[in-house]
């Protein structure tokens, strides 16, 4: 008797399959194939998901596109935008920045390919393991010249600079402190990043001349 022919389970994306799913509200990553919401991987094929909420975490990274916006111009500096690290990797940094003169990272059919030159992650309790772990291994290993790690919980700011092929951490900045960014060559108030939330602190917008 022949046993019957079974079609294999088919369990791995590709960034092409990645790229057709339809718009949604849902943060997903793509990682080695699989898919990731908040943290944890998801079937192939379910994306039965509900939209993630407006919390915390979707407000500073807003504070901090507008911030930094404001300094580097909104165009480079990119929200919620999915970024190609390789196939069957396609990350969704809570922002990242171009360097416009970048020869590492290309807008190539409406999709970011390679490193950027700055990388943000906020992290939340159902993220933080998966940005301080294979996120932090990827971005490293592609060569994002500066990591930027948002700590709500513990109100701080840590900051890695790639150097050798390895990130090294620059500091923890606690709100109050001022630290210069060897990349964007520009001096960040930690306080806007995380005190901003609590005391509805704002930069201040440019006027007209």
Not at 64 to 74: D, E, F, P, S
Not at 84 to 109: I, N
Request: with cysteine; aromatic share 10%.
């Amino acid at each position: 008797m022949t046993s019957p022919i079974t079609t294999p389970v088919k369990t791995k994306m590709t960034s092409e399959e990645y790229r057709q799913l339809p718009e949604s509200d849902v943060r997903m990553e793509l990682i080695d194939g699989e898919i990731i919401v908040d943290g944890e991987i998801i079937a192939y094929g379910d994306m039965s998901m509900s939209p993630s909420p407006v919390d915390i975490h979707q407000f500073v990274a807003s504070i901090t596109h507008l911030y930094l916006g404001i300094k580097l111009g909104a165009w480079w500096l990119r929200y919620k935008s999915d970024l190609h690290l390789e196939e069957g990797v396609v990350l969704r940094p809570d922002l990242f920045w171009v360097h416009p003169q970048s020869t590492t990272c290309h807008l190539v059919k409406n999709y970011w390919h390679g490193a950027p030159d700055l990388v943000i992650e906020i992290l939340s309790p159902s993220t933080a393991k998966l940005d301080r772990g294979v996120k932090y291994q990827l971005y490293e290993r592609h060569g994002v010249r500066e990591y930027w790690l948002i700590d709500l919980t513990e109100r701080v700011l840590e900051v890695y600079r790639l150097k050798d092929g390895q990130y090294v951490r620059l500091g923890f900045y606690e709100p109050g402190a001022t630290f210069t960014s060897p990349v964007l060559a520009l001096p960040i108030e930690v306080a806007l990043l995380i005190d901003g939330v609590d005391g509805g602190v704002l930069p201040p917008l440019p006027t007209g001349g």
